[in-house]
């Protein structure tokens, strides 16, 4: 396979990275019918939300549900939780939902255990406590990143689009990011924003648009020294059903007249950026912008994904970052990777999961970011083709 082409989201061309391509090969023939149960690798990358704590209380937050608990990780099952994955051939992790990771009392700790492994490392933060991250900046490592979820181009739609609880202003968070960047140069450093558009609400309230500000926000992410700015469309957490959906109650004319909003507001940030960062659109923003939104919708019965990628958080491990504290997806306790034998309890509960979970009925409204590489293994399994066959792409990273 060539090299990758999107990082962030060629996941198919990452599961056949010379570091992976092993366990791929393993869990197709497992698929196939092979002798045995589940192939005993765990998984190549995690998202690992160490606290519910949030000081932000954004009314577009998919999470707002699992919220300010009170819960968090203790250190001990974090560290353990990583030294069991890490023998298992856990590659990445991210540090992200749920709650603010810097909020997290030992977060140092835990990015200094992570990276002690050898592991890249990816954190996604509100920004609000970047003193943090610049503690534990100078130990990241090229692959290593911080997306930061801005989501503005002002100070006014800013504060309206996260309602933030602390003293933060846009202005003062670029100051800092931009700090972060100057004092370690190899790490990548990413502007995240969700788009709003007129008419979205949330339980009845409508949400800051911030359409306008595309270019706003593309221009200060390369005036304050990101490698690029990432544009995905905003989602809702269905009330009744919990799941993550996008335009699902939009008429054709009015997801029509949405595409034509957001690709004359994409083109005007490309050119404002002049090409000085790159300019990027997420797996269901590509697909809104070309119309096939109900293919993204359209998933195989069967997740490979949840083999490959699962999500830690003080609510217990979840198979899938669009249902994270959904109970039907979870697969263990907080715990459940924290030694060998809950480890070896939780790999079953998993093999069940992906034989019993009905993802092309449960995820049918979720844009899935992870659609093309669960449809790539589907119709692997369903081939002639022979797994020792995949030409092996060279390692780049390891996030999914």
Sequence with gaps: MDKLNHKEYDFSTKLSQR???????????????????????????????LTSACNFACPHCVDSGIINTGEQLDLKTVCDTVDTLRSQGLLSVILIGGGEPT???????????????GI???????GSRLSRIAAIVDSLEPEDWVRISIDAGTEETFAASHLPKTSI???RLLREAEGLKKRNPLITLGFSFVIVWEGITVSGRPLRR????????????????FDYISFKPCLIRQQDTQKESLLDQADVGAEHRIREAIEEKLARARNAVGGRIRVLTSVNLRALLAGQLAELKHQPGRCHMQFFNTVVTPGGIFH????????????????????????????????????????????????????????????????????????????????L
């Excluded at 197709?28 to 690992?48: E, F, H, K, M, T």
């Excluded at 309890?345 to 034989?355: E, G, P, V």
């Design 19 to 49: 570091s992976v391509i092993e366990r791929l090969r393993a869990y197709l023939q497992w698929q196939r019918g092979a002798d045995g149960g589940i192939p005993s690798y765990g998984p190549v990358s995690v998202n690992l939300d």
């Design 103 to 117: 909020l997290y009392r030992d977060f140092e700790a835990v990015v200094a255990h992570v990276k002690s492994r």
């Design 120 to 126: 890249q490392l990816g954190i996604v933060t509100n």
């Design 169 to 171: 202003t846009l202005a």
């Design 210 to 225: 911030n359409i306008d500000e595309m270019d706003l926000g593309a221009r200060l992410a390369a005036d304050h020294g």
């Design 320 to 399: 899938c970052p669009a249902f994270r504290g959904v109970a039907k997806a979870k697969l263990a306790g907080p715990a459940g990777y924290a030694g060998k034998e809950t480890y070896r309890k939780t790999q079953r509960t998993l093999a069940q999961s992906i034989l019993s979970f009905n993802a092309g009925r449960e995820c049918s409204v979720v844009a899935c970011f992870y659609h093309h590489a669960n449809w790539w293994i589907e119709n692997f399994i369903h081939s002639e083709r022979r797994p020792e066959d995949i030409e092996p792409a060279e390692d780049d990273n390891f996030f």
